[in-house]
DNA sequence: TGCAAACCATAAC
DNA sequence: GTTATGGTTTGCA
């Protein structure tokens, strides 16, 4: 059985689904409906859940980290994400995708690089990302650095990264299991996107 | 800039 | 099996 709830964080509605110290999926939105929703969406239909009001001791902690997150924080997530549904190649774009510390952005043709396959295959993932923001697809750019989608909407996504500035002036190349991981100053972003929001 | 073609894993049929 | 669909990229006019 999942459990599911939802809180308000500041203005805006989290909703999370985890059973046993896992979590199954998280999301948020303006109103508590849409986070509900885009939540039950990503949860595997066959699976039973009941929505419970006052959190379990997991559900609080997970909910400080959204907030953590969401406020541009550095947080350490070292989470049990419940992915093992979920197809391989999607598994691997995920965890790649949490490996881009605060402050930086990948493109998603650096995640393919990485991980391999094609970035369009790369923005399919971040598509279906049921554990926003915990999985930081928001520092998912386009190659020129402007920001591509978000399923938060653009506004969202550019109020996240400029929470993100930690003044890093160079890129990285990040180590991963399959291949190296280039990321670059998140600032290279809020430039190339200035004055559109 | 703008457009067309190549790209690649999923989901839907 | 096959097709349709993207949160893309690159090249070229």
């Known amino acids: 059985m999942i459990q599911v709830y939802t809180q308000n964080i500041k203005g805006t509605w989290f909703a999370l689904a985890c059973a046993e110290q896992r979590i199954y999926g998280t999301s948020f939105a303006e109103t508590e409906q849409k986070a509900l929703n885009s939540l039950l969406n990503n949860l595997p239909y066959n699976i039973p859940f009941q929505v419970l009001i006052s959190p379990s ?42 490996q881009i510390p605060v402050g930086y952005v990948a493109s998603y043709g650096s995640v393919a690089k990485a991980v391999g396959g094609g970035p369009r295959a790369v923005g399919n993932v971040m598509a279906g990302n049921a554990f926003a923001p915990l999985v930081p697809c928001h520092r998912v750019v386009k190659s020129d ?10 506004k969202v996504k550019y109020q996240l990264l400029s ?19 280039q990321v670059y100053p998140v600032e290279y972003s809020l430039r190339a996107i200035e004055g559109l929001f």
């Open 145 to 154: 650095f402007t920001l591509g989608g978000y399923g938060g909407g653009l």
């Open 163 to 181: 929470k993100e500035k930690r003044g890093y002036s160079s890129g990285l190349k990040i180590r991963l299991y399959e291949g190296d991981l």
């Open 57 to 98: 001791a997991c559900a609080r902690d997970t909910f400080g980290l959204l907030e953590a997150v969401f406020e541009g924080k550095d947080a350490n997530l070292n989470l049990n994400l419940a992915t093992d549904k979920l197809p391989a190649y999607t598994k691997r774009v995920i965890e790649a995708t949490m």
